[in-house]
């Protein structure tokens, strides 16, 4: 007997309990200020928060931010994940912002490639303030549907704590995180 | 093997280390009650929580099934083990056909759990943990000491030791920034040139056919997305049934574990990328056992956020290693037993049943009452050591006779006031870190008696 069989067959084995799924999760309405309360969420997690009336003002703002880096933006890079290796700041566009968390949904619809917000030394990514929601259930509902074969939630600069609890931003993904609010 | 208690002794030795242990969960601990008080829902998202996983392992089959499916359709590889020899045989044999050495992996409790690494590399394959808290004690040639916190037990002095030993840093150097910027370095370099990379799971969603992994380093998604090959391990618990659920538990996770709103990254994994060859190796390793136990079903609804290790009194005290399990802490004592009953007996003991572990746990999983559940299938196996069983057998005859009961407190109070060296010595487990009690001149009993 394969072991999925036997798996299977322990479990139906097993006496019928009937317990019905609570149904979807409705989140208390708690905040009106969705996009303030993202920029805190970001403060907390460690990311730099810009607000740019245009593309003109957020480059303005990159250079003072990332002076001597280069920037590419998702149109520059190549497919290869390995050839991102060298890239230092990298630009791409994020779905929704999460006010509660300062999360980023990002779909690899609208990536160069799945490992770039990893692989690159500093991420930027553009949110609109209409795409700010309060919490992670409003994603899921506005994404309904419409899943991606890969996509994440990203929250501020890659981080560790795991020596003797000390916070040190930088890890293993990118070193730093600017959000530009448009 | 040295037992709870003997190993926790060697471990309280350093009282300092131990001291900063304590105190270094309980603010990890603190923090969580911060950010949860910040949401008016948060007993709501437990509740929720509880009940959503009470219901998939009431439906554990059917969901498998549909997970099974809609991951095949998606184009994933799905793999079933019953055991952990399987689930390593099943590894193994992916890892051979692409004639990989080396790979990198993320953190898995499964794997751990399963002795993968061991495995591994007896078969000549290195094994890279890609954790920076994981690698350091791989290095040290040690396991994992708190699921999420790895490294927990160690101090900077300790970790710069490790480094410059393994990475060839500057010898004294203990600065965190700079050992984690040395780690970084060194794992790049791993994860540019591995063929397979490995990862946990910490949600599979039914629903979709996708899994969802969790990082604060982002070390699961480097190696995930530049591997050819990427195997998932998951035990089959980790079932949730819709994408929606992931609301809740995304919620509760990083809230729980370690107080922040929500871990860096949060990856949903649907489809392999074009090229890309994707695993799923579904491990039950004792869960259906476990599933068929009433009183012990619940254990299951653990989504592993370490909440009961970092409010447990015992745990905070004695460090994981004490525990002598893949999975240490309150959760720990009570999967240990299913696995194996004779060689985990100390666990259920190791606790106060003080409660807090179920007051925090972001599923409620009533963990104290498991614990003393399993005191009694393990008293009622006569698995407990014999001084145990002697003693509650005696303590059973004094307590259900008054008589009895009345000469043994009256012996107690005079020998404590008249020959206290009796009860003040070594030899008394009691004694140990601690000033025994004045005893009373009369019992309870006679002052109520003789009251005015």
Redesign the interface.
Known sequence: M???S???G?????EK??????G??K??K?TQDVVGDFKN?LS??GAICVDAENKQEAATRLSEIYPDLQRYTSQDVVAN??DL?AVDVLEIDGMFGVA????IWLS?QFLP???AP??CQHLVIYVAKSEIVA???E???R??GN????????????????????L?I?????RSLTVILV | MLNHAEASEKFIEDAERTTWHDE?LW??RSKRDKVSKL???WE??R??AS??K??TL????QY??EFEANAKK?GIIVH???DAQ?HNEIVHSIISKHGGKALVKSKSMLTEECHLNDFLTKKGVEVVD????ER?VQFRNEVPSHIV????H???ED?GETFHEFLGTPKGNKD??F???A??QH??GY??GANVAITGVNFAVAE?G?FVVCT????A??GA??AKVHIACMG?EKMI????D???F??LLARSA?G????????????P?EGQEMHIV?V?NGR??Q??RDEFRNSLKCIRCAACFNTCPVYRRSGGHSYHQPVAGPIGSILAPNFDKSANVDLPFASTLCGSCSNVCPVKINIHEQLWFWRQDLMKDGLAPLGKSLSMKGMAFVFSNPTIFKMAGYMGRMVMRFAPFIVNNSLNPWFKQREMPEAPKESFQSWYKNRK
């Open positions: 394969s072991s999925r036997e798996i299977f322990a479990i139906q084995a097993l309990r009937e317990i019905a799924h609570p979807d999760f989140s208390y708690a969420s907390i997690v994940g390995l290796e509660e968390n300062g999360a690899d490639n799945r490992v990893f692989i919490t992670l259930h994603v899921y509902e994404l309904d899943y991606a074969d890969f996509g994440l939630f990203l929250s501020g600069p890659s981080k560790t704590a795991d020596i003797e609890q000390s040190v930088g890890a293993h993904g990118a | 270094t603010f990890v949401l008016p829902e709501a998202l509740e929720q009940q959503i009470d219901h009431a439906n554990l089959g498998l099934e998606n079933w083990a019953k399987e890609t954790d920076l808290g350091i916190l790895p490294a927990i160690l101090k900077k970790v965190p920034q050992l984690t910027e780690a970084r794992l790049r994860f540019l979709t996708e604060n380093e982002g070390n998604d480097m997305h530049l089959i049934p819709k994408r929606k992931l609301g809740v995304l919620r370690t922040q709103l929500i871990t860096t990254y949060s990856s949903h994994f649907a489809k990328r579904l039950d259906t056992r599933l068929a």
